[in-house]
């Protein structure tokens, strides 16, 4: 069992950044697979990247490449979502997931646990 929840969203003014924190308590968290979400305002939950929990390696989805940048602390059971070079289409409520699959996770459905998620409003 793992619990998640998300904190470090707000308001920023377009080309500014913000950095989500995501606390996990659970005693396997290292062994989970950890993936940021987003959802806009009559939208579908969208990927947004990945961080493997062995490897440490990351994948992202295209509109936050080289903006982006997810990291992880497993002593501390955290994970981070670093959001440089913001823009007004990136606000949403992001959420960060656990998988306890290996690998590169993408798809929303193979995550197993959800954060409340935490609201990002870029302004331009």
């Known amino acids: 069992q793992v619990q998640l929840v998300e904190s470090g969203g707000g308001l920023v003014q377009a080309g500014g950044s913000l950095r989500l924190s995501c606390a996990a308590s659970g005693r396997t968290f290292s062994k989970y697979a950890m993936g940021w979400f987003r959802q806009a305002p009559g939208k579908e939950r969208e990927f947004v990247g990945v961080?493997?929990?062995?490897?440490?390696?990351?994948a992202y989805a295209d509109p936050v490449k080289g903006r982006f940048t997810i990291s992880r602390d497993n002593a501390k059971n955290m994970v981070y979502l670093q959001m440089n070079s913001l823009k007004p289409e990136d606000t949403a409520v992001y959420y960060c997931?656990?998988?306890?699959?290996?690998?590169?996770?993408?798809?929303?459905?193979?995550?197993?646990?959800w954060g409340q998620g935490t609201q990002v409003t870029v302004s331009s």
């Open positions: 961080i493997t929990w062995n490897t440490g390696r990351t």
């Open positions: 997931a656990a998988s306890s699959k290996p690998g590169v996770i993408l798809t929303r459905l193979e995550y197993n646990y």
